[in-house]
T-cell receptor
């Protein structure tokens, strides 16, 4: 079946540094990928929609200069948390929509970010 | 916020009992989906129900949808300890998937 891979699964970084999280669709092309953020015991909040070859669409309240999204190919989207702060510590999950199939959405296993 | 509401927020039952979770949403939808998430892990897709469907079954899962009330329910029958997880409804109306607040289900052996 389709698989979406996220890397790293866990990362610890120092305050003020930047960290990159990758989301890859392993066996299908993904025109659209989505990035979610989840705090402990809370729901997933959509941060942005990543479209291959174009700028990401950010949800209201999400700082685009802080959460940089790049979707340079049909199988890879990256989320870079810039100048990380402890309050950015969270679980980040990506999902990928198979090209031409909106109903077929696959989720990655998520990435735990801890900013110390 | 577009986010849907789920209730109860938390549910504790014994193995063998049924678990019912409810989801209410705010906008018209194309589909509604239910997902499961084990603690600290990714999401597992359980079932999708289209806006023109009223009920759908998959194994021990039964989902209903009432578009007039903008609500859906997920019923897990004959629950097992392994069903312990968080359950989320998710709606798509435009071009993105919006999740509900979730229900944390605990099934005691």
């Amino acid at each position: 079946g389709a698989v979406v891979s996220q890397h790293p699964s866990r990362v610890i970084c120092k305050s003020g540094t930047s960290v990159k999280i990758e989301c890859r669709s392993l066996d299908f092309q993904a025109t659209t990928m989505f990035w979610y953020r989840q705090f402990p015991k809370q729901s997933l909040m959509l941060m942005a929609t990543s479209n291959e070859g174009s700028k990401a669409t950010y949800e209201q309240g999400v700082e685009k200069d802080k959460f940089l999204i790049n979707h340079a190919s049909l199988t890879l989207s990256t989320l870079t948390v810039t100048s990380a702060h402890p309050e950015d510590s969270s679980f980040y999950i990506c999902s990928a929509s198979r090209t031409g199939g909106w109903n077929t959405i696959y989720f990655g296993e998520g990435s735990w970010l801890t900013v110390v | 916020s577009q986010q849907g509401e789920e209730d109860p927020q938390a549910l504790s039952i014994q193995e063998g009992e049924n678990a019912t979770m409810n989801c209410s949403y705010k906008t018209s939808i194309n589909n509604l989906q239910w997902y499961r998430q084990n603690s600290g892990r990714g999401l597992v897709h359980l079932i999708l129900i289209r806006s023109n469907e009223r009920e759908k079954h998959s194994g021990r899962l039964r989902v209903t949808l009432d578009t007039s009330k903008k609500s859906s329910s997920l019923l897990i029958t004959a629950s097992r300890a392994a069903d312990t997880a968080s359950y989320f409804c998710a709606t798509d109306s435009t071009d993105k998937l919006i999740f509900g607040t979730g229900t944390r289900l605990q099934v005691f052996p």
